[in-house]
């Protein structure tokens, strides 16, 4: 299984979530969105851990298996359609996180994250251990 991060979810994983650690470790593939990257590092910019958290997430990305994936002219078309697709619905979601849900998507990734707005998005399958 190939599995994309929510920001909520690194955190998780971070602060040592069994479930979350054990999902990921079953993983062949484990991918954090540009967005996810720009909201983590706003929140260490905000924190006092600025650098033990910028290290940690160096370290992370280097790990075999883990990857991020970039803002691309698909993943943007395919946040155009969610943002029309939710508008109409009438349940819109977070801007960023109508970004992470196209990359997921784009990607063919589960995303791993404890939003339940996410369930709101059509096709994108959400995992929450």
């Known amino acids: 299984m190939r599995a994309c991060l929510d920001t ?38 905000r924190g006092s851990r600025r650098e033990a958290n910028r290290r940690q997430l160096a ?12 803002v691309t002219a698909d ?6 359609v969610l943002v029309r697709d939710l508008t109409r619905q009438g349940n819109p979601i977070p801007t960023n996180d109508i970004w992470i849900a196209a990359a997921a998507l784009e990607t063919g990734t589960r995303l791993v994250t404890y939003d339940p ?8 399958i959400v995992l929450s251990p």
Request: glycine share 12%; with cysteine.
């Open 75 to 80: 993943i943007a078309e395919r946040y155009g």
């Open 8 to 45: 909520n979810a690194y955190s998780r994983l971070m602060g040592g979530h069994v479930p979350l650690t054990e999902l990921l470790e079953s993983c062949e593939e484990v991918l954090l969105p540009a967005t996810v990257l720009g909201e983590l590092h706003a929140g260490f910019e």
């Open 59 to 70: 370290e992370f990305l280097a790990l075999p298996g883990v990857g991020t994936i970039p």
């Open 117 to 124: 707005h996410f369930e709101r998005v059509h096709g994108l």
